[in-house]
C-alpha cells in the first residue's frame, strides 16, 4: 500500500517517469481513482540520444516497467508538441501500451505520421487530432489544451479538470508576443484560468538559473536577414530541424538576399513538409535539393543543414570533414549555428565548429551575434505566469536537479503555498488533502540498439566502455578429456599495443599466462570447464594488467576433445 493514504478513498496523483532531474525523455503520467484503482492519463514520451558514454546507442528510451503493469487502466496518451524528447518514443514504445488512442495537435499529428510510415505502424493506428485550444474528456479527466509559445509550432499547455482539483501542465513554453508561427501563449486564457482557481502548476524549469525574459524569435529574424545579406560568399546555416520559425527566417532571409535556399538534410524535408500540410510553411516555399548546391554561385546560395548538435551523420559533420557528397565549403564562407549546444553535446560541436575553423570558414554562434533565442522561460517569465495563475501547489518540472531547486525556491519567494520537490519515479499526491509524495515507482532508461531495445542494465553497453578503455583479449584452448592442453593457445587482441616497455609481445603474455593457469590448476579439477574458463580468463586479465596497467576484456573459448 502506498505511503500515507486512504485505499478507499480517490485521489489525484501525478508521476513523472522521466523528465525531472535530467533533460529530455520527458514522460508524465497523471491519475485519478483510489490506490490500486487508478485510471491514468499519460502526457508526453520523449527521448534523449546516446552520447560517448553510450558507445553504439542511438536512442535512449524511459523504462515503462510502471506502464506495463498498468496497463489495463491507461486511458490515453496526449503529446504537447513534437519536440523529440516529448514525442520521440511513441514509435518505439506505443506497442506496448495496450493500442490506446494518441492525441495530438495538428502539427503535432503530421510529425508523428511521418514517423509512423517510416516504422510501418501508420495502418490503424489510434491517432486523434484536436484543435488548438481544443477540450474533450480522456477517462477520469476534463483535458483542455491551452496555445503557449516555443521552439515549435502548436505548443501546448494541458489543463486537467477532476472533481478534486485542477492542474496546469505547461509543457514547453516561454512568453513571446511575435513567435513567428504559432500564436503568441494565450495570456487571456492563462488569466481566465488563474480566476477559476488553478490547485497544481506543473511548470517548465529549463532556464530557472537565468534572470530576466527570453529574447523574441523576430529577434533572432532580423539577424539572420543581415548577416546572410552581408556575407561575401555562401552561407550555410545550421539549426534545429524542428524550429519551423527559424527555417522560414532563414528562407526570407535568403530571398531577401538574392540567394537561393538549398536543403540539406532529410530531418529538415519532414519538418517542412509537416509545416506546409499545416499551413506554417508556404507551400510553395522556392527550396533546392541539395544535388543543386555545387552549381550555384557562391555569393547567391545559402544552405540550410542538419546537425546543430554535432552529430556525427549530419549534413554539418560530413561537410567540416569534406565528406559530405553534394555539399562543400571553402575558405571565405559563412557558418552560422543558429543554436545552443545542449549540455552534452559540446564536444561533439565543438570538433564541427573546429573542422569548419581549419577550412578558413567563418563561424558564427550566438556567442557572436543574436542568432538563437531559448525556446524556455526565465525567471521573469515564470514570475509572470505564477501571477497570472495563483496556484496553491508548484512542482518544477522538466530540468536538471540545478534548475528544479531553482525553480523551487523562486515559487517559494513568490507566495506558493505548497512546492513540491519530486524526482523521476515519485507518486505526488496532488488532491485531496495537503500535497506530499505518497509512494514511488520503478524507473530506469532503454537504449534502442540498432533494431533492438534493451534495458540500461543488460549489459552491451557498459561492456562497449570496456572495450573503448582497454581492448580485449580472446583465448582459444583445446584441452583432452583428461585435462592436458592439445595445443599452443591461440590469442587473438584487440585495441591493445603490440608489447609491453620490454618489448615481450602482450600476445606472449597472454598466451604464457593462459597456459600457466591451466598448469597450475590440479588435473582432477581441469574436467571442470567452466573452472577452467574462468581462471584462465582471470590470470590472463591479471597477466595483461601487470605488464599494461589496464585490465582488457577477456573471453575464453575453451574445446575438450
Not at 512546492?419 to 488532491?431: C, D, E, F, Q, Y
Request: proline share 7%; glycine share 10%; hydrophobic share 40%.
Amino acid at each position: 500500500m502506498s505511503r500515507r493514504t486512504n485505499p478507499q478513498r480517490p485521489e489525484f496523483v501525478f508521476v513523472p517517469l522521466g523528465g525531472l532531474g535530467e533533460i529530455g525523455m520527458n514522460l508524465y503520467l497523471y491519475g485519478y481513482g483510489p490506490p490500486g484503482d487508478r485510471e491514468w492519463l499519460i502526457v508526453d514520451m520523449g527521448v534523449t540520444f546516446g552520447s560517448d558514454t553510450e558507445p553504439g546507442v542511438d536512442v535512449i528510451l524511459p523504462d515503462i516497467r510502471f506502464l506495463d503493469e498498468e496497463r489495463p487502466n491507461l486511458k490515453g496518451l496526449l503529446l504537447t508538441h513534437a519536440h523529440e524528447d516529448h514525442f520521440g518514443a511513441v514509435v518505439d514504445l506505443w506497442p506496448r501500451l495496450g493500442g490506446i488512442t494518441v492525441y495530438a495537435t495538428p502539427f503535432t499529428a503530421a510529425m508523428l505520421k511521418s514517423k509512423l510510415a517510416e516504422s510501418g505502424l501508420q495502418r490503424d493506428f489510434p491517432l486523434e487530432v484536436m484543435p488548438m485550444g481544443g477540450r474533450r474528456t480522456i477517462g477520469p479527466f476534463d483535458v483542455e489544451l491551452v496555445s503557449m509559445s516555443h521552439s515549435i509550432p502548436e505548443p501546448s499547455a494541458v489543463v486537467l479538470r477532476t472533481d478534486l482539483g485542477t492542474v496546469l501542465h505547461t509543457g514547453d513554453w516561454k512568453l513571446d508576443e511575435n513567435p513567428l508561427t504559432s500564436a503568441p501563449t494565450d495570456e487571456a486564457h492563462l488569466k481566465a484560468l488563474g480566476e477559476e482557481g488553478i490547485t497544481a502548476l506543473i511548470c517548465d524549469s529549463t532556464n530557472a538559473v537565468r534572470d530576466g525574459v527570453s529574447a523574441s524569435e523576430a529577434d533572432v529574424a532580423i539577424a539572420l536577414e543581415r548577416l546572410i545579406r552581408e556575407a561575401p560568399r555562401r552561407v550555410a546555416v545550421t539549426t534545429f530541424a524542428s524550429n519551423v520559425a527559424r527555417i522560414r527566417s532563414v528562407a526570407n532571409a535568403a530571398r531577401a538576399a538574392g540567394r537561393k535556399l538549398v536543403v540539406v538534410g532529410r530531418a529538415m524535408y519532414r519538418v517542412i513538409e509537416a509545416a506546409q500540410e499545416t499551413g506554417y510553411l508556404d507551400p510553395d516555399l522556392p527550396v533546392l535539393q541539395e544535388t543543386e548546391f555545387e552549381r550555384i554561385p557562391p555569393r547567391k546560395v545559402v544552405a540550410l543543414c542538419t546537425g546543430s548538435q554535432g552529430e556525427a551523420r549530419a549534413a554539418m559533420a560530413r561537410i567540416a570533414l569534406g565528406e559530405h557528397p553534394n555539399v562543400r565549403l571553402d575558405a571565405g564562407d559563412r557558418v552560422i549555428f543558429s543554436s545552443r549546444t545542449i549540455p552534452g553535446n559540446e564536444k561533439a560541436v565543438g570538433r564541427v565548429q573546429n573542422g569548419l575553423s581549419d577550412l578558413g570558414i567563418e563561424v558564427i554562434t550566438d556567442q557572436d551575434a543574436p542568432v538563437h533565442v531559448s525556446g524556455h522561460p526565465r525567471r521573469g517569465e515564470l514570475k509572470q505566469l505564477y501571477r497570472w495563475l495563483r496556484p496553491n501547489i508548484a512542482i518544477p518540472m522538466h530540468g536538471e536537479g540545478r534548475h528544479l531547486e531553482a525553480h523551487a525556491r523562486l515559487a517559494e519567494t513568490l507566495g506558493v503555498p505548497e512546492v513540491v520537490r519530486a524526482r523521476n519515479g515519485a507518486m505526488v499526491r496532488i488532491a485531496p488533502g495537503s500535497a506530499a509524495i505518497i509512494d514511488d515507482v520503478p524507473i530506469g532508461r532503454l537504449y534502442r540498439d540498432g533494431a533492438i531495445i534493451t534495458r540500461a542494465d543488460d549489459g552491451q553497453v557498459r561492456e562497449r566502455r570496456k572495450l573503448s578503455f582497454a581492448g580485449s583479449v580472446a583465448i582459444s584452448l583445446v584441452m583432452s578429456e583428461k585435462g592436458a592442453l592439445l595445443a599452443e593457445p591461440e590469442v587473438a587482441l584487440t585495441g591493445l599495443p603490440a608489447a609491453d616497455m620490454q618489448g615481450t609481445p602482450f600476445e606472449t603474455i597472454a598466451r604464457e599466462a593462459a597456459i600457466g593457469t591451466v598448469e597450475s590448476i590440479p588435473r582432477p579439477r581441469r574436467k571442470d570447464q567452466a573452472l577452467v574458463s574462468e581462471a584462465v580468463r582471470r590470470g590472463v586479465r591479471a597477466a595483461v594488467n601487470q605488464a599494461w596497467g589496464k585490465k582488457p576484456v577477456c573471453s575464453v573459448l575453451l574445446t575438450v576433445l
